[in-house]
């Protein structure tokens, strides 16, 4: 888009592209806007006024830009989040309290999983995603979980676009992750240990909704040190299934 | 804007008109749409498309829009709401522990007041309000807890906005609003009794941050049969005093 060439982008796209320079930064320059956005400085300056002025974007004393309150107060009408997020809330409170480790709630979102909610105890392991972070699906105990029960094709395209590495023991080589897929179906838990943040392992759940579909994860993010201890799996097999009831789903046989 | 006269806005403010048509409402046709943006049919069918294709809306199969995923997922990454919860949280769960009833964490945004969050518990009253509603500062507790240590200038725009009446209890007498509001800053405690909604009752106290000013309230609404009982007013405060602690507030002489 930059580098010369003519910008064919609408006016709506170059909003948006505003917008997206936010996914990865809190706050930001306008000449950080203008980079990340691709847009020449007088562009990106009248496009972030009218940003500010409808208040999805506010500029601070220091004259640098965040998200504003607007744009929360939208995000927050997403209605899958807060169906959710409700449905969950009990739950993840209740594996902080039998873990004080980190307890999650996610989705997948393309090819990538999000965390909807995060609780987390004093001592739980240092981490870098938050809520709202896009994480990779082969390399995360929620993004197992979610895989193992998404389409044909969510599987492929994640192969095709490349299963990066992160750490030593990330997932890299499709035959293996084939085989961890469905090693998820069988037991109902994915266990994914050293695989993006180093000292930290994730057990995760699949939560369904009423038509039976998977729709959800619920996962615990603990130090390594604690991966032989049995509640974590059992935890979140326990939640995962409360949080389905409270969506309206009926395993089969009951 | 609509009626005939020319449309002088800007593609960007007609855009921010239609994410501004989901501030009420869950779902929306294109018409409705169209009608709460106030644009012809064409125009908000092109700029929904805009929307749609990046993320900001998505049409469900009955046809039907609602906010999307990747709105949400930009919300979130405003600091103040993501902040206050993270600091908030803990002692949500302990007054919703407490009292059965719902929580609320709340700010303020121009005239209005909107819950950041909230922890209901199952024997709650019933409530039309939800996070991200913007509530009238003069007629809910953690409104009234805000307004008490708002600037001058949003007291007059409050009061020559006039004091809409909700119910038989709401304050519209400027004379009164004066008193209560000096109560509060006296006692640290806002109590608003049945003014917004029937059978309800809201006790709210402000949460301060480590400048000193007051940026929050914490709040709880019950059934306006448990009014007497003394751990209501408590509650909210000693949660307001760890909130304000955990923002790093240090209360004089302290």
């Known amino acids: 888009m930059s580098g010369g ?32 956005a691709a847009l020449p400085l007088s562009t990106a300056h009248r496009l972030v ?18 998200v504003g309150m607007r744009m929360w107060r939208l995000g927050v009408r997403e209605p ?16 902080l309290d039998a873990t004080g480790e980190h307890v999650h709630l996610a989705v997948r979102d393309g090819l990538g999983v999000v965390y909807l909610e995060r609780r987390s105890g004093e001592k739980a392991v240092a981490m870098v995603s938050d809520i709202g972070t896009i994480l990779p699906l082969h390399a995360t105990g929620v993004g197992l979980a979610l895989l193992a029960h998404a389409p044909a094709d969510v599987y492929d ?6 299963l990066r590495r992160f750490q030593q023991n990330t997932i890299t080589d499709e035959g293996e992750l084939r085989r961890r897929l469905a090693e998820v179906r069988q ?5 994914s240990v050293q695989a993006l943040t180093r000292g930290a ?25 604690r991966l032989g201890e049995p509640q974590f799996g059992l935890g979140v097999r326990i939640a995962a299934r409360g949080i389905s009831a409270a969506l309206g789903y009926r395993a089969p046989g009951t």
């Open 5 to 36: 060439g003519r910008d064919d982008r609408s006016v709506a796209e170059k909003l948006f592209a505003i917008a997206d320079a936010f996914a990865g930064a809190e706050e930001l320059t306008l000449s950080e806007i203008a980079a990340r």
């Open 49 to 66: 006024g009218e940003w500010t002025e409808w208040g999805g974007l506010v500029r601070g004393d220091d004259g640098r830009y965040r």
């Open 80 to 95: 899958t989040a807060r169906r959710l997020r409700n449905a969950a809330m009990p739950y993840l409170e209740d594996l």
């Open 157 to 162: 395209d994640v192969v095709a676009a490349g």
């Open 187 to 191: 037991t109902g838990i994915a266990t």
């Open 201 to 225: 392992f994730s057990v995760a759940a699949p939560v369904r909704d009423a038509t039976g579909e998977v729709v959800a994860a619920v996962s615990i993010i603990a130090h390594v040190e």
